[in-house]
């Protein structure tokens, strides 16, 4: 089975480029290392970090850690998904 984790964040003004490299640091400290991450970012300087991993849904993995306080304006949203394959098939 492939889950993928989701790790979504927004910026305080001005620290987006801050968030945005301080979340692939930390995606490439993750040990072990995902089968896949992609990194993404959108208007507000919000960031947005997904892995995929050959794993159960219930299984331990790790994940991102809360930024400080004054580079994100909000907690992060976290979400985990099973990979049903892909769309359209």
């Not at 889950?3 to 930390?26: F, H, I, K, N, S």
């Not at 208007?43 to 991102?64: H, I, K, N, Q, S």
């Not at 809360?66 to 985990?80: F, I, K, Y």
Request: hydrophobic share 40%; no cysteine; glycine share 8%.
């Amino acid at each position: 089975m492939t889950v993928a984790l989701m790790w979504e964040a927004r910026a305080a003004q001005g620290r987006g480029t801050e968030l945005l490299e301080w979340a692939g640091a930390r995606t490439a400290e993750l040990s072990p290392k995902p089968s896949r991450s992609e990194l993404l970012r959108a208007p507000e300087d919000r960031v947005l970090v997904l892995t995929w991993w050959d794993a159960g849904y219930d299984d331990r993995l790790p994940e991102l850690p809360e930024p400080d306080a004054g580079l994100v304006t909000r907690a992060v949203h976290r979400w985990r998904f099973e990979s049903l394959g892909p769309a359209g098939g």
